[in-house]
């Protein structure tokens, strides 16, 4: 008869010491790996922004209200086109930058025909390289409106894009800075019958050769050019407004499908996905509802003119607003 003998105590104790062993290093392995984690030194974020007075302020904006939710920011920023800060965002050394939305889409989607701010917005998110993201549209808006000498709007009775043909023909285009050609594509298919275009000086250039008839301006939102008795807007009425997009239902709301003629230029965070936790997006988002064109226009003068830093106007904002 064959027998089956049970282990021996010794043998039944190795069986439960190796147990006991192998459990001890799993568990020592995840302590580690724990302290490791808490341990391990905040990443610094790096923000960035395009060239110019206005984009900064908003950059630094974006950089205290991620500091105030505890992340730590690295002093200064990155100045680039946004095709260069996206290749940064892309290899790791900007985290965080923001973009008028219009002006991105151009540069990642140039065939892209969108000019609303919900539809120039939707197809940017479709347009960023994977691993990048955009946070909440402001109502800041940087967008190239036209301006004409008071005097000719009134004698013509324009004072909407849409009525521009009835403007004298052949008047040249000046403006501070080269607009793409999508929007004197724009100009030209509602109408207007203007001449070539013209880069000058300043601002200041644009007004003095609006005022005197010889011209017809294109000037930023964020110019106080638009505030100038001397000078006409012309509305680009079918742009949709942020109170109509929070409220489509709302009276005189335009059309969604009927597309403004020049595209819409809101400002944007653009991030990477992994650099920003659920908490720091929602600060930066934070901005969207607080931070105007008239806000950012004031900040962007009072450093321009020498009359304030651009650290001690984005404190004053922040503390206004509670950011």
């Avoid at 008028?100 to 120039?120: H, K, N, Q, R, Y």
């Amino acid at each position: 008869m064959i027998v089956h003998r049970a282990p021996t105590v010794s043998s039944r104790r190795r069986v439960r010491v190796a147990a006991v062993t192998v459990s001890l290093i799993a568990a020592v392995a995840v302590v580690a790996g724990c302290s490791s984690s808490v341990s391990e030194p905040d990443r610094t974020l790096v923000v960035g922004s395009g060239p110019g007075t206005a984009p900064a302020i908003a950059a630094d904006i974006y950089a205290e209200v991620l500091r105030h939710e505890g992340a730590t920011v690295r002093s200064g920023l990155v100045t680039g086109s946004y095709r260069q800060l996206l290749d940064d965002v892309d290899g790791g050394t900007v985290d965080l930058f923001g973009a008028f939305s219009g002006s991105l889409l151009s540069a990642l989607a140039p065939g892209s025909t969108a000019t609303s701010t919900d539809s120039v917005y939707d197809d940017l998110n479709r347009a960023l390289p994977q691993g990048v993201s955009v946070g909440d549209p402001t109502t800041v808006v940087d967008q190239l409106q036209v301006v004409v000498a008071a005097s000719t709007a009134s004698a013509v009775g324009v004072d909407e894009l849409s009525e521009c043909s009835r403007l004298p023909a052949g008047l040249p285009v000046v403006s501070d800075r080269t607009p793409d050609e999508g929007t004197l594509a724009a100009l030209a298919a509602v109408g207007c019958r203007f001449g070539p275009f013209r880069k000058v000086a300043d601002v200041a250039s644009v007004t003095a050769e609006v005022t005197s008839g010889r011209a017809v301006g294109l000037v930023s939102t964020l110019s106080s050019a638009g505030n100038d008795a001397a000078l006409t807007v012309l509305a680009d009425k079918k742009q949709v407004s942020a109170d109509a997009r929070a409220d489509p239902t709302a009276t005189g709301a335009p059309d969604p499908a009927d597309q403004p003629a020049i595209r819409a230029q809101n400002l944007v965070p653009v991030f990477a996905t992994a650099a920003l936790d659920r908490d720091l997006i929602k600060a930066v988002n934070t901005v969207a509802g607080e931070l105007t064109t008239a806000d950012l226009a004031a900040m962007a003068q009072k450093v321009s003119t020498g009359g304030a830093t651009a650290s001690a106007v984005v404190t004053d904002w922040l503390s206004e607003h509670n950011l």
